[in-house]
């Protein structure tokens, strides 16, 4: 049974930094790219960052671009998601994601999800 399982979520002020984790069990995705998406209350899923499967390629939505790194770390079968300078409008539920497609060389959506995580609260205040 496959599971995605995240971590690292909380409150931070604005200009804070959280690392979020997301770590894979029932089976590897060293061929499948990764990534986050968040969801706000009253919005929809929205694309934050994606991984290549082999970590060679990143992809970031603009409005995190420059601030938040996406990694994984293969052998731990994990992603990872630092977030610098948050901002409130960083709030969200941050779900870790994994493509169904094996080495995709872009970014995914989410219809091209096969597995999701249970999410974590991010919070920033002002």
């Known amino acids: 049974q496959v599971q995605l399982v995240e971590s690292g979520g909380g409150l931070v002020q604005a200009g804070g930094s959280l690392r979020l984790s997301c770590a894979a069990s029932?089976?590897?995705?060293?061929?499948?790219?990764m990534g986050w998406f968040r969801q706000a209350p009253g919005k929809e899923r929205e694309f934050v960052a994606a991984i290549s499967w082999s970590g060679g390629s990143t992809y970031y939505a603009d409005s995190v671009k420059g601030r938040f790194t996406i990694s994984r770390d293969n052998a731990k079968n994990t992603v990872y998601l630092q977030m610098d300078s948050l901002k409130p409008e960083d709030t969200a539920v941050y779900y870790c994601?994994?493509?169904?497609?094996?080495?995709?060389?872009?970014?995914?959506?989410?219809?091209?999800?096969?597995?999701w995580g249970q999410g974590t609260q991010v919070t920033v205040s002002s």
């Open positions: 029932g089976r590897t995705f060293s061929r499948n790219a």
């Open positions: 994601a994994v493509d169904s497609q094996y080495y995709r060389l872009s970014y995914f959506t989410s219809r091209d999800v096969d597995y």
